[in-house]
Each structure stands twice: as C-alpha cells, then as structure tokens.
C-alpha cells in the first residue's frame, strides 16, 4: 500500500516569505506527527495529531508555526515570515493506534 | 524530561565485521518504548524495531540484534557481518505511549560506513 508522502519535496522560499507543507498520511492511520530535521540532527518533534485536534504542539518553535489537519487525515504544516534559521527537512510520519511510526520522505525548505 | 544520547557520531568498518552502535537514554516515566531508526542516503527514516520497557528480551531479526538493559538504561543495536548496503544513519529514539500516540525523542544519530 502507499506509504506517507508529502509535497513538495523541495521549497525554496526568501526571507519572510510564508510556505506550506503537505503531508498525506498512509489510509486509516489516526496519528499524524511533524518532525523537523536539522543538518548532521536527529529529527525534533513540533507536533502531532490524534484525529483533526493537535493533541500536543509543545515542539513548535514559535506563532510563527501553525498545523492543521481539518477532516482527520491530510495535514499541512504552515511557516509565516520565514527565517533563514527555519531550513531544514521537515518530516511527517504517521501510525495507527500504539503503533510504530512510519515517515515520509520529508519537505527539505531553504531559507534564503 | 526525557533523553537520548548516542555518543558515537561516526563508525567506519569493513564489510563483513561485527558493529554494535550504542544507545543511552533517560527517563522518568516507568513505562517507555525504545525505538531504532536507519536512515539510508535517501534520506526516509525506516522502522527497525521498537521495544517496550517491560520487555527485556533480546531481540534477533536475520543479523540485527538487539540488547536491551534497563539497569543501565541501554538499547544497543548490533550488526553482524556487516554488508555495504547496511551504510547509513542510525538513530535510537525514546517514547512514551499517550493516547494511543507516541511522541519520539531521538538520539543525534550514529552515521555508519561500511566499506567494500
């Protein structure tokens, strides 16, 4: 089956411009997570979903990150007034209930 | 808070030696899970195994293998008869379970080279 994608796979954006990330989850999985990977890092967690609410968004670094995922199954992840400091791979994963993650290939976003 | 450290940043052997990559965490919750991730230069985390805090068993899957030990708060991985194909990045990671979800804290990876 399709595992999580997410588009596009590449953004490149100016300074203070805003972006938005897609993830598609893999077909009934009710957790969806956003993860943001520096260069030489492991992934930190922003936040994740537990249906349509963010059940814990305590990783998002600041107001200018916001997530939503509307009807329980595709998510995007919002960048407002972006900041060189915001490059990175941003990663989705997703899992079905008390079960293992399983990641996307990730959004790698460059800030110029 | 919870931690994971993996103190080596890089190995480098041959191909067909034995490599166990190490992994250290910290918790205050009595129930976890434990977690290996391999991410190859693709660059898509792959699932290894996860492993909950009442489950000390080791762990064997083809030349994977894996140790478990709660006294000293380790999940090691290791890798037998390495091959060039197991190359990549390998990051331990820490959860608990909280409504039905899990909330990974990882490690800062280990990157392993495995030479021809």
């Known amino acids: 089956g399709a595992g999580v994608s997410q588009t596009p796979s590449n953004k490149v954006t100016e300074k203070g411009k805003y972006v938005e990330l897609r993830c598609d989850p893999i077909s009934g999985h009710t957790a969806l997570y956003w993860y943001r990977q520096s260069l030489g890092q492991g992934p930190e967690f922003l936040i994740y979903?537990?249906?349509?609410?963010?059940?814990?968004d305590s990783g998002l670094p600041n107001d200018r990150f916001f997530a939503v995922r509307p009807e329980g199954s595709v998510s995007t992840l919002k960048i407002q007034r972006t900041e060189r400091g915001d490059s990175a791979v941003y990663l989705c994963?997703?899992?079905?209930?008390?079960?293992?993650?399983?990641f996307g290939p990730g959004t790698r976003l460059t800030v110029l | 808070a919870q931690k994971v450290t993996q103190a080596q940043t890089e190995i480098s052997v041959v191909e067909k030696e034995d490599v166990t990559l190490d992994c250290v965490y910290e918790t205050r919750d009595t129930t976890y899970y434990l977690f290996w991730y391999k991410q190859p230069p693709s660059g898509e985390l792959v699932f290894l195994i996860r492993r909950n805090s009442f489950d000390e068993q080791n762990e064997i899957s083809g030349r994977y293998s894996w140790n478990f030990q709660k006294s000293t708060s380790s999940f090691n991985f290791t890798i037998t008869a390495s091959q060039v194909v197991d190359s990549a990045v390998y990051f331990c990671a820490l959860s608990d379970l909280i409504q039905g979800a899990q909330k990974l804290v990882f490690g800062q990876g280990t990157r392993l080279t495995i030479n021809p």
């Open positions: 994963a997703s899992s079905s209930w008390g079960n293992e993650q399983f």
């Open positions: 979903f537990q249906g349509t609410g963010a059940a814990d």
